[in-house]
């Protein structure tokens, strides 16, 4: 117990010596009470005789002892469950350490091969870049080549054009702007071209236009009679029909797409043209009355009526794609004759197409009356050209340009 007490604290050696105190106070307190009172039922009988202190100090010594053993007993518990609770606290902060550790250490490591594989990438790119570097130096070097004998070409050709321009210049002598008229007849030429290859009259009558200009550039009054027959040309190219053979032919496009919605006509069944017989109130006349009673007994059996319309028959699925379809065809062979401008072909499809809605498509419809209106309007279009056969200022300007330069030729030859 000596060795308990000497490893106590000072704090807990006082609270033990006051714990030691109440104790003793305690029992004197109880001695003194015992003392003062009486037993039930002694009467007279002599007090008992008082503990001395002797006695009193030896009960009171296994009292503190045993206090004393079970305060050192808590303390010890408590130290135990102290120490307990720290090795326990250090062993998870341990293990937590541990833990962090390992997952720095990996994170460590995953940062280390996401920055070689970073690496790798860039070095890779790095590489592709030098590959398309040397690639684009190469296509630029070819370029370079490619421009420069270009470069050389065009010097050729442009030493070749002043060589060209100074004999043009010797041979022309002291008027040059007869080259003027080559370039008119040129114009001249390429509008009956466009005219007669490719029916283009807009572009014909610009050219025809521009030639005009050439020959007014030059300012020459022997040239009046060309530029006369070259305005008739021009009128003669405006007096053609206007009317566009691609918005026509557009239209009787859009006409087939419509084909497959107009509704076509099937068989309908006819009213009774037969006046109903009813029955006459007049008494007097029993036989009539009679006879309209029988008739319309009769005619919950049978009955006969008398048809005086035209019977259509019903039409399979199969022939109401196939009518559709000759029409679409007779739009489309109506649209080929307008583009190479055989107007008879053109008028007779079109009639096809009208007889095939007359007699096929419900006439009654809205749209059906349409598509007529549409198709009555188209065969009632102008579409063949008359084009004139040669421009009359072609041979004049001919004429001139051999007059002039056929004797210059003839001169630089002397």
Known sequence: MADNQDKLSPKDQKMLEDLE??????A??????????????????????QPTMNTQKSESQPVAAKAKTGFLWFFTLLNLLLLTGVIVAAYWGWLQWQNQTEAQQQFVALQESSLAKQQAEIQQSIAANQLVQSDWQQQSQAEQDRLNVMASAIEQN????????????EIAGRRPADWLLAEANYLLNMAGRKLWLEHDVATSLLM??????RLQDMNDTSLLMVREKLAADMYTLQQ????????????????????ASLPLTFFQKPEDLEAS?????????WYTNLVNSISQVLKGF?????????VKPFMSEQQQWLVKEQLKFTLVSAQTALLQQQSVVFEEQLNNALRLVNEHFDTTQSNVMQ??????????????QTYPQQFTASNALQDIINDRLGNRFTNGNN
């Open 240 to 259: 053609l029909n206007p009317l566009s053979t691609t918005n026509l032919a557009l239209e009787i496009s859009g006409l087939s797409k419509q084909v």
């Open 277 to 285: 017989s009813d029955i006459v109130n007049d008494d007097n006349d």
């Open 158 to 169: 442009s030493q070749q054009a002043a060589s060209t321009l100074n004999k043009v210049n």
């Open 21 to 26: 105190k109440q104790l003793s106070k305690t």
């Open 302 to 310: 049978f009955s006969v009526k008398k048809i005086t319309t035209e």
């Open 28 to 49: 004197s307190v109880s001695q003194s009470t015992a003392s003062t009172k009486k037993p039930t039922g002694m009467g007279d009988q002599a007090p008992p005789k």
């Open 208 to 213: 025809l236009q521009a030639a005009d200009g």
């Open 371 to 384: 598509f007529t209106e549409s198709l009555q309007r188209l065969r009632s279009s102008e579409v063949e």
